[in-house]
């Protein structure tokens, strides 16, 4: 079972997810007025074909970037539109907003992108066909697309049902009466980064969530009343009692050190993460086949850990020590797969390059903590 901590730190509300006391997960947001979610009519200030994207005014005083490719009417400066927030401010980039508002529920994805029922990879296929085919039998005629969420089980239907009735209906109320709102109307309001991604969680499987901020707790309260409480330790500080300097350290060191005595350097750049997989003290090892594929697997499962708790996302090379085997390689990929099959977000190894560097995406659902520490 997990331990989730939240709390204020410096600028920032930083959500820890601990795991037989090691962490597993750091993420990092800021109490911004605008959340990740939130859907605004905004009005269009500029349109740069050059730039592929429209920058648009959605708040007063609060601008975002809307890529062009999204619309696929024709926008021109002082249209009105319905835009959700995506991305939130990094470094010297404004708000991410998209023309194609989403609404996420325990079990469905509700979208605008189109008007059919798809699937998660993640969720077991013959349990995603049994929803689904419930799902079109009793909602025939639909007017927004829908995901079915790796959380979803066929045991869990008449919950889902009623998530598609009660979620469905508000998602259908935003899309149908957003291009007739004021400018600046809030359309949708997006529960907390951190309420959110507690969300994303089987309640069954958190032991508590510990609050070290009054205001923090009274928002998860509400939600989770049974697991939420307010740390009131006077003989220690919170800080120390959780040791958040180590977890942020843990998340941020460049070196991660393996078991067998091998390394990973951990490199973020502008463009992408590089991760190289060292063999450190077991170079001399004798027989080289068995020590490349010890150090290649501890290092697979690493890196995979290392995504979540730092939330990685996007291009990704890693830079394994090489097989001279190529079906050796072949294994490899499938077992490195394997490591990444526990990761909620979507991951794509692309394989091997001729330079034997491993490509990979993975899914950006919100900024790492490298933009924010």
Known sequence: MS?????KYNDLILLIEYKGGNPVRINCSRDYSASVGDIYVGRVNAVKKELNAAFVDFMENYTGFLPLDQCAFGIKQGDLVPVQVTGEPVKTKGYKLSAFPEMSGNYLVFTTKHNEIHISSKLDKSEGDAIKEKLLNDFPKREFGIIIRTKASLEKYDEIKTEY???????????KYGKSRTLYSRLYKEKKPFVKLISEKDISDIE??????????QELINVYPDKT?????????FNACFRIE???????????????????????????????VNSGK?????NKNEMIDLVNKEAATEVARQLVLRNISGMII??????????????FVTYFRGALREDKCKTKILGFTKLKFLEM????INASIYDYI
């Open 282 to 286: 077991i170079t001399g090892k004798n």
């Open 246 to 276: 180590h977890a942020i350290e843990l998340a941020t060191s460049k070196k991660v050190n393996l078991p067998c005595g091998g390394y990973l350097i951990i490199e973020p750049t502008e463009a992408l993460t590089v991760i190289d």
């Open 229 to 237: 409480r307010i740390f009131d330790d006077s003989r220690i500080s």
């Open 361 to 364: 995406t993975r899914q950006k």
């Open 165 to 175: 009735e009660n979620t469905g209906a508000v998602f259908l109320d935003v899309i």
């Open 318 to 331: 890693i830079d394994f020590i090489n097989y001279d085997d190529p079906d050796k390689e072949e294994e």
């Open 3 to 7: 331990k989730i901590i939240v709390t």
């Open 208 to 217: 508590e969530i510990v609050c070290g901020d009054d205001d923090i707790y």
